[in-house]
């Protein structure tokens, strides 16, 4: 079955900079493109970031653009999510989700998603 | 940017009724929507994509329906496990810029 686990957020000081990661099995992770969207304490979602099946194309969401960078390594079945200068308002579970399409033919929409990791931006 | 505005924010309702969601764009999404459904302390789940296709393994009473900038979420006999928050999702042309919508409560009434 399709599985997707993100790594341990934390609590991170404003400024500073995290990687998380999302480990994918069940399913062939190179032909399909992934994102990840994440949800404010109490919030609605919000798109951060997609990337193509082969890591070719990147796109970003407001929020995220020209601070994350999104990647895959499809050696390994894991997708990555760089996020630097931290903000409070970064503040929120993180879900990597898998597009609902596969090789190139991606939908841009979420057919299954992790477990969600929180990370806290706070000094 | 496109906006998608979601109503009610809270709908009250009694297991077997019909309950129905709307969303509604700020622009033309085509028939590029999505609605997903999350209970507490859970990822969100697809339900409904390209307006009306269901995704798989979702019960045949979700429906969506709707075009352009008008889109509706119905259930039509809810059970005690629909009682949850509702989410439409769209994605723009290209390059994609997605958003989603505030979200609808059913609740129990």
């Known amino acids: 079955q399709v599985q997707l686990v993100e790594s341990e957020g934390g609590v991170v000081q404003p400024g500073r900079s995290l990687r998380l990661s999302c480990a994918a099995s069940g399913f062939t992770f190179n032909s399909y493109g992934m994102h990840w969207v994440r949800q404010a304490p109490g919030k609605g979602l919000e798109w951060v970031a997609f990337i193509w099946f082969d890591g070719s194309k990147k796109y970003y969401g407001d929020s995220a653009r020209g601070r994350f960078t999104i990647s895959r390594d499809n050696s390994k079945n894991t997708l990555y999510l760089q996020m630097d200068s931290l903000r409070a308002e970064d503040t929120a579970v993180y879900y990597c989700?898998?597009?609902?399409?596969?090789?190139?033919?991606?939908?841009?929409?979420?057919?299954?998603w992790g477990q969600g990791t929180l990370v806290t931006v706070s000094s | 940017e496109i906006v998608l505005t979601q109503s009610p924010a809270t709908l009250s309702l009694s297991p077997g009724e019909r309950a129905t969601l709307s969303c509604r764009a700020s622009q033309s999404v085509s028939n590029y929507l999505a609605w997903y459904q999350q209970k507490p302390g859970q990822a969100p789940r697809l339900l409904i994509y390209?307006?009306?296709h269901r995704a798989n393994g979702i019960p045949g009473r979700f429906s969506g329906s709707g075009s352009g900038t008008d889109f509706t979420l119905t259930i039509s006999s809810l059970e005690p496990e629909d009682f949850a928050v509702y989410y439409c999702?769209?994605?723009?042309?290209?390059?994609?810029?997605?958003?989603f919508g505030g979200g609808t409560k059913v609740e129990i009434k």
């Open positions: 989700a898998r597009d609902l399409g596969s090789y190139g033919g991606s939908w841009f929409f979420f057919d299954y």
């Open positions: 999702q769209q994605r723009s042309n290209w390059p994609p810029e997605l958003s």
């Open positions: 390209s307006t009306s």
